[in-house]
């Protein structure tokens, strides 16, 4: 059997990091089983669903390193919902409900009075044709539920009934069908909800695997049951906890609160984005992982805490810092070249800089002051007006090689007394025009002399 797994956003909006995860749990888990990975868009919702956000998610998988090997709408596949429907009335499963929003309220009212729990009493199956044409002359339209299979004989008398399956992430699991109502799966004007497409997709698209975020978990007692009235044997079902902000906030697409495309607009790395999506909340240690093959080998579903996993999105900076510090000029020097930044110093300048950055496009910043010296001329006492004066003609002549800075600063010391910042800080601000950043060991030699001597001051 080959392993497939599935990621199902409904694209109403940009996804986020806490998207991203479960995402990034299923391409994982592909990648380690030599599996495929489907991308299916759960757009029943046509009001909502928007074309350009379907677009949008694929943008953001691909920039996270994510390439699908099918991608599939629910809005093109209705006909294939419709069989199903028919076969679930066939087999007496899917019944016809006419009650209002209104009225479903006030049932769940009066049985949480009567210290019921406040689940659909099935009263729709009790209902007569005189009652059913009554409804139908007064306009209203039925949606329709799936019965759970939770009685014995008489579906009005429900008892414990549990569903069981060995989680992927949680370990044994049981969902009680008796604790639920029968759950609506066609809408009064004939749309479908979650349900129904997302079991009947999975057995057509023969996936094996679902994992998905823990907020699930009751659902899938449900769809068990569905797949079973369906003929199919359901998925291995893994169930992930959720992200949330450091203050316990939930994360949503309609906010856009941390959207992928908002963290790549920031700057951030998407392999800080992966590394984070997929290790906070776990057993590992949250550490930049440089490639999604590394990530996929300390990737392990069953390390995930059931508890929900808090994070600081100041953690992605941490983590992006340390991938800039560690990129080799091979990975960054097409991204430098789009950032005006070639030629035959480039690799030098970006081994010098990188360990300096927050984020690759702050390169260009030391590239200009690199070729052009600083932005606004610093600003000097006399003293040290006269140090640097006195520095600048002790400069070695050419040819430069790797250790002009240190000739040039034994030269200075020997000749004004002067060592540590009293020397250092005026010669950085008058190179660079700024208080801290690469080793001027390293910008010296890619200066070069006659560059130096031009930011004499």
């Not at 992930?240 to 790549?264: D, F, M, P, Q, V």
Request: contains cysteine; charged residues 25%; hydrophobic residues 40%.
């Amino acid at each position: 059997m080959t392993v497939t797994v599935r990621f199902a956003p409904s694209p109403t909006g940009r996804i986020h990091i806490g998207n991203a995860r479960t995402a990034l749990f299923n391409w994982l888990f592909a990648m380690k089983n030599k599996g495929r990975f489907i991308q299916r868009f759960d757009d029943t919702d046509i009001a909502r669903s928007k074309q350009e956000f379907s677009d949008a998610i694929l943008y953001d998988l691909h920039w996270l390193g994510i390439f699908p090997d099918a991608t599939e709408y629910q809005s093109r596949r209705f006909d294939v919902y419709d069989a199903a429907v028919e076969r679930l009335k066939a087999a007496g499963v899917l019944y016809a409900c006419y009650e209002t929003p209104e009225e479903l309220d006030l049932r769940r009212k009066v049985r949480r009075t009567r210290g019921l729990p406040p689940v659909y009493g099935r009263e729709a199956l009790t209902l007569t044709q005189e009652q059913v044409a009554e409804y139908h002359a007064d306009g209203r339209r039925p949606h329709w539920r799936f019965l759970l299979p939770n009685f014995a004989g008489d579906p009005q008398q429900p008892e414990r009934t549990e569903i069981h399956w060995d989680d992927l992430v949680r370990g044994e699991e049981t969902v009680d069908l008796a604790s639920l109502s029968d759950p609506v799966l066609v809408r009064e004007d004939g749309t479908y909800l979650y349900t129904l497409p997302s079991v009947v997709d999975d057995i057509e698209m023969g996936v094996s695997h679902v994992i998905r975020g823990d907020d699930h978990v009751t659902n899938t007692g449900v769809q068990i049951a569905l797949f079973q009235a369906l003929g199919a044997a359901p998925p291995v079902f893994g169930h992930h906890n959720l992200l949330t902000t450091a203050s316990g906030e939930g994360l949503s697409k309609r906010s856009g609160a941390l959207s992928i495309e908002s963290l790549r607009e920031d700057g951030i790395e998407p392999m800080a984005v992966a590394s984070l999506a997929v290790l906070v909340g776990t057993s590992e240690n949250v550490a930049a992982v440089t490639t999604m093959s590394e990530l996929a080998e300390r990737f392990d579903p069953a390390a995930t805490s059931k508890s929900a996993a808090k994070f600081d999105p100041d953690e992605l900076f941490v983590l992006n810092r340390t991938l800039l510090h560690h990129m080799p000029f091979a990975e960054a020097r097409d991204r430098l070249i789009v950032l005006g930044i070639s030629g035959d110093r480039a690799e030098a300048f970006w081994l010098a800089v990188r360990g300096n950055l927050d984020k690759l496009a702050d390169a260009p910043k030391w590239w200009r002051v690199l070729r052009e010296g600083p932005g606004e001329a610093p600003e000097f006492s006399d003293d040290d007006l006269g140090f640097l004066r006195q520095a600048f003609d002790l400069l070695p002549e050419e040819p430069w090689g790797a250790t002009v800075w240190r000739e040039w600063t034994d030269r200075i010391k020997e000749a004004t007394g002067r060592k540590g910042k009293a020397l250092f800080m005026p010669l950085r601000l008058a190179l660079t025009g700024l208080p801290s950043g690469p080793e001027l060991a390293d910008l010296l030699p890619l200066m070069g002399r006659e560059g130096t001597l031009a930011r004499r001051p």
